[in-house]
């Protein structure tokens, strides 16, 4: 967003990347998650782009990390369609191990032993975290199986989180992975759904400047308007970059539903709309 939009409009900040707004359903699904993870369980947690899958997880890290009963793994490689067991048992290797500069043996029976071991050092249950997981081999998820198997085998705990779009869902529920499946807690992510109107408002809140109003920017029409035709942040955010950019070109404040449903009305007709709902 340029920063004369910015100044326009009393913003202090851009509209992404701001937080975490905190909903009743996401309260829930943690509640079902914590015990879940301490179990030792495979656990997908399936949303669509933009419904704000890596902040929930971000919190999910932060709030388990605070209760400090538990040790946290996270895999960071970037190709998620070339990560197979091996990587992620890497990643555990990596984030557990105490020694400097360690690495995991080549071999696969050494490198499973080490990894045991170190799991029977921390004493705690371990999870691992994927992000971008709708792309990991269908094998892969048969071998996470066979991990978490090994591990509760060696009397520790170990379970595994991963987060994907709803191919991720999909996948698993095919009968060729009934095994897995049918041995994963599969979670979906609404994300804001159903508190559209509320975000938007606790969105501008936490970006304008404490002498300014969320109605100064933008009518509550407007924000009803976009609430009712929006079900993402990533679509939220958007929006509402396109319609203060228009408005400033207009010399235009606050925001009206009229200008709201003629930006929408544009991103309808791009030729790639990709985030709009239902395309």
């Known amino acids: 967003m340029l920063s004369d939009v910015m100044t326009y409009f009393g913003l202090k900040r851009t509209l992404d990347h701001v937080g975490y707004f905190e909903t009743p359903e996401q309260t829930n699904l943690f509640?079902?998650?914590?015990?879940?993870?301490?179990?030792?369980?495979?656990?997908?947690?399936?949303?669509?782009?933009?419904?704000?899958?890596?902040?929930?997880?971000?919190?999910?890290?932060?709030?388990?990390?605070?209760?400090?009963?538990?040790?946290?793994?996270?895999?960071?490689?970037?190709?998620?369609?070339?990560?197979?067991?091996?990587?992620?048992?890497?990643?555990?290797?990596?984030?557990?191990?105490?020694?400097?500069?360690?690495?995991?043996?080549?071999?696969?029976e050494l490198r499973e032993r080490k990894l045991l071991a170190l799991v029977q050092k921390c004493r705690k249950p371990i999870v691992l975290f994927v992000d971008e997981a709708h792309d990991i081999h269908h094998s892969t998820l048969v071998k996470i199986k066979r991990l978490i198997e090994l591990v509760r085998q060696s009397g520790c705990t170990l379970s595994v989180v991963l987060l994907g779009h709803p191919k991720l869902k999909n996948d698993l529920r095919r009968p060729s992975l009934e095994e897995i499946g049918a041995r994963t807690n599969i979670f979906s992510l609404e994300g804001i759904r159903g508190h559209q109107f509320e975000y938007i408002k606790w969105l501008l809140s936490e970006c304008i400047y404490d002498d300014y109003l969320p109605e100064d920017l933008i009518t509550d029409e407007a924000i009803a308007f976009l609430a009712q035709r929006l079900t993402t942040p990533l679509q939220i955010e958007h929006y509402l970059q396109r319609a203060f950019e228009d408005a400033y070109q207009a010399a235009t404040k606050p925001v009206t539903r009229d200008m709201a449903e003629a930006v929408l009305n544009v991103g309808l007709n791009d030729l790639e709309p990709r985030l709009m709902p239902g395309v």
């Open 31 to 108: 509640k079902e998650l914590k015990p879940q993870i301490r179990q030792g369980r495979l656990i997908a947690i399936t949303g669509v782009v933009g419904c704000g899958k890596t902040t929930t997880l971000q919190r999910l890290q932060l709030e388990l990390s605070s209760e400090k009963d538990i040790i946290i793994s996270r895999c960071l490689a970037i190709d998620k369609d070339k990560v197979n067991v091996g990587v992620l048992m890497s990643a555990l290797f990596l984030d557990l191990s105490t020694e400097k500069d360690a690495k995991p043996p080549t071999h696969p």
